[in-house]
């Protein structure tokens, strides 16, 4: 059935793992997910961005994912990443979406209290949870020093005040990843010390992180070998996640990491296979890819395999 969040990110905080929660944006993508979930018995979070309903157009994905409910009978959640405004959320809502994020991290922190507060009257009112967002995401794309990036990390005490007067069911923090294949310069790096202090302001509470993927480099190396241009790209290492999954984290938000292995396995077939113009047989393999990683991710990284 279609889930709240509510008692999968309940027993994750408590088996000190996290529910991975990946972006969807045609059939392939979901299909390869929702087998990797049935395979790993795991629960499961399917995201729809902006960008991906302008894509697919809402009622394609809405259709897809129901009937990924149905041919499964897994529980899986399905929730609006990233909402910009009232609006948007309200049509999930609307549309029976059963999680909305409402992204208010760019606007100063009372005008994110009240833009968050007036999403979660509306989506608790219809039995819709609701992810709120603290502190910025920003990468090493946005060209800022470390000491200006921190600045940007969510503040632990305002993170208690924000939940406190929003009534957010979870909470995005920034502690130093960012969205994207560009993640860090030189070392990776991650403010564990203030995840530390956010859990302890708000124990039991269900924190968030955006910007997780790890860009294996065994998928950017096929890229690159195959005629892709992505040099540079560095993501979160899996020991961090894994990390992170063990605190207050519950909800680990993958995109990049599927965009890669998808793009690499069609890159490789057709230098392989320059004859072949069936697209179900690249896209087929790419749904096996995204299957593959997911069900790495779910087994070896979050530590959710097993516990639907
Ligand atoms: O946070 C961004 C997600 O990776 C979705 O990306 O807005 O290009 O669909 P998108
Ligand atoms: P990545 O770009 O690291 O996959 O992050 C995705 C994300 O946070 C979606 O909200
Ligand atoms: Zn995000
Ligand atoms: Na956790």
Redesign the pocket.
Known sequence: PLVTSREMFKKAYEGGYAIG?F?VNNMEIIQGIVEAAREEKAPLIL?V?AGARKYARPIYLKKLVEAAVEDTGIPIVLHL??GEDFEICKACIDDGFTSV?IDGSRLPFEENIALTRRVVEYAHERGVVVEGELGR?AGVEDNVKVSDREATFTDPDQALEFVERTGVDSLAVAIG?????Y?FKGEAYLDFERLKKITEKLPGFPLV?????S?LPEYVEICNRYGGNIPGAQ??PEDMLRKAASMGVCKI???????LAMTATIRRYFSENPSEFDPRKYLGEAREAIKKIVRHKMRNVLGCSGKI
């Open positions: 929660a972006n995201q961005s990443d990233h994020m995401l990843t960012s969205h994207g294949a993640k992180l955006h910007g997780a993927s860009v993501g979160v938000n993958i995109d990049t990491d599927l965009r």
